[in-house]
């Protein structure tokens, strides 16, 4: 061929490897599903095992920390270099006389010696060949909940308002009234008042004094199986403003359910509350029933949130407690199923029965456990873990509907509580201009 056919051949040559080479090009990932998926489970396991954490923190009378992640930003960059490895093209001036056969033999050594690079027609090169670096990273803003309005929320005990957003979720009434009841007053008439409160090992809420021997677990069904619920009834004022009053009443509705609920969790346990605890014609006087007339505005029930009603001749008062008062009631819960609380079975007083000593569910099919969390043991699963100054803390994924209830329940009453709505006006009386 021509010179000019030579070069021709060299320029297409030189252009198909050009095109090929490709050097530093940066590339963003822009996939969100996966990403967006990976975070989000993250942010729900850091919740459950913060939740999980106070709860341990309390069973060692540890003082409970609080923290929110306020933003998540995650990022990643992937930057890729490629380029062709260093070679020459073209022909070695110094063999063109030995293949015309002009030099002898020490010409024929420099041919095979290459020449420097301005020796020859094309250059192509790189410094690098193959480089690819991955940066990733996850920002994210996490800040202390150690304000007054926050402990000001935490410690203050739920009001019925509160109270009413649960029970309207579908979460079981008795698990709610474990959570919430920190103690049950009954006065009768001309014989004085009895408390119920279960605070392991010194009271498992069974006085002594109660002719009826009841206990807290009796209560909390009782108030399960009559239908005990919250009802609301809003007002506009002379101001011109809207006040909301919430006060306990009777479902016979949701009474019927939990009936229903507990024969078929607890097979016999209905007959036996309803013979022992039950006297003809109560379930029918219970009052006020849900739905019934308000008093009138000048009444002195109608000008708050009240946690008493009556049945018949008993006046009941209960005293709610608090989200950090509900930590604390776990934290026993915890310690005493480990034996940390527990009394040996000869120093249980005769008059409590074995039943009583831990709280159990009589409506929850699915698990009657209030709170299931193992420690040190081997398990295939956590739903949440942790660990602390005496070993590894798990919630198993089987068997914990209700402690999976919890958690979710503890994170939803915290959202509630330290809302500038909830702070900025009384726990009891909801004013909406």
């Known amino acids: 061929r021509g010179r000019g056919g030579v070069m021709l051949c060299r320029d297409l040559v030189a252009g198909v490897m050009l095109a090929g080479t490709l050097s530093a090009c940066a590339a963003v990932d822009s996939t969100v599903a996966p990403r967006y998926d990976t975070v989000s489970r993250s942010i729900a396991q850091a919740r459950n095992e913060s939740i999980l954490l106070n709860i341990v923190r309390a069973s060692h009378d540890y003082p409970l920390s609080f923290s929110t992640i306020s933003q998540v930003i995650p990022q990643m960059t992937n930057t890729t270099t490629v380029g062709m490895p260093s070679f020459l093209e073209g022909p070695n001036p110094q063999c063109l006389n030995v293949n015309a056969g002009g030099v002898g033999v020490a010409g024929a050594a420099r041919c095979l010696t290459p020449p420097g690079t301005p020796g020859r027609d094309i250059i192509f090169g790189n410094t690098n060949n193959l480089t690819d670096a991955i940066a990733v990273q996850t920002q994210?803003?996490?800040?202390?909940?150690?304000?007054?309005?926050?402990?000001?929320?935490?410690?203050?005990?739920?009001?019925?308002?509160i109270l009413n957003f649960f029970i309207r979720q579908g979460y079981s009434r008795e698990l709610l009234f474990w959570l919430f009841m920190d103690s049950v007053e009954v006065t009768i008439a001309n014989r004085g008042t009895l408390g119920f409160q279960f605070n392991p090992p010194y009271?498992?809420?069974?006085?002594?004094?109660?002719?009826?021997?009841?206990?807290?677990?009796?209560?909390?069904?009782?108030?399960?199986?009559?239908?005990?619920?919250?009802?609301?009834?809003?007002?506009k004022a002379e101001n011109g403003k809207t006040a909301s009053f919430s006060r306990f009443c009777f479902d016979?509705?949701?009474?019927r359910?939990?009936?229903?609920?507990?024969?078929?969790?607890?097979?016999?346990?209905?007959?036996?509350?309803?013979?022992?605890?039950?006297?003809?014609?109560?379930?029918?006087?219970?009052?006020?029933?849900?739905?019934?007339?308000?008093?009138?505005?000048?009444?002195?029930?109608?000008?708050?949130?009240?946690?008493?009603f009556r049945v018949g001749p008993l006046q009941f008062e209960i005293l709610p407690r608090?989200?950090?008062?509900?930590?604390?009631?776990?934290?026993?819960?915890?310690?005493?199923?480990?034996?940390?609380?527990?009394?040996?079975?000869?120093?249980?007083?005769?008059?409590?029965?074995?039943?009583?000593?831990?709280?159990?569910?009589?409506?929850?099919?699915?698990?009657?456990?209030?709170?299931?969390?193992?420690?040190?043991?081997?398990?295939?699963?956590?739903?949440?873990?942790?660990?602390?100054?005496?070993?590894?803390?798990?919630?198993?994924?089987?068997?914990?509907?209700?402690?999976?209830?919890?958690?979710?329940?503890?994170?939803?009453?915290?959202?509630?509580?330290?809302?500038?709505?909830?702070?900025?006006?009384?726990?009891?009386?909801?004013?909406?201009?």
């Not at 803003?141 to 150690?146: K, P």
């Not at 915290?414 to 909830?422: E, G, K, P, R, V």
Request: glycine fraction near 8%.
């Open 252 to 255: 016979d509705v949701l009474g």
């Open 140 to 161: 994210f803003n996490l800040s202390t909940q150690e304000t007054k309005d926050f402990y000001n929320a935490l410690l203050r005990p739920v009001d019925l308002y």
């Open 257 to 308: 359910r939990g009936q229903a609920a507990m024969e078929q969790a607890s097979p016999g346990r209905l007959h036996y509350i309803m013979a022992q605890y039950v006297d003809p014609g109560t379930l029918q006087a219970l009052s006020p029933k849900c739905g019934s007339p308000w008093p009138k505005q000048t009444d002195s029930d109608a000008t708050t949130d009240t946690l008493k």
């Open 322 to 433: 608090s989200a950090y008062g509900i930590y604390q009631f776990l934290g026993k819960l915890l310690r005493q199923s480990h034996g940390g609380l527990e009394l040996d079975e000869g120093q249980i007083p005769e008059y409590i029965r074995k039943e009583d000593v831990r709280p159990e569910l009589s409506t929850v099919k699915e698990d009657k456990q209030l709170l299931n969390v193992v420690v040190n043991q081997s398990s295939s699963g956590c739903f949440a873990e942790t660990r602390f100054i005496d070993g590894y803390y798990c919630v198993p994924e089987e068997g914990s509907a209700n402690t999976k209830r919890i958690f979710g329940l503890l994170a939803q009453l915290l959202a509630l509580q330290t809302s500038a709505s909830d702070l900025a006006i009384t726990p009891t009386v909801h004013t909406v201009n």
């Open 203 to 235: 009271d498992y809420g069974c006085p002594q004094q109660d002719p009826r021997k009841r206990c807290f677990r009796e209560w909390t069904e009782l108030a399960t199986l009559t239908g005990l619920s919250v009802d609301q009834h809003t007002e």
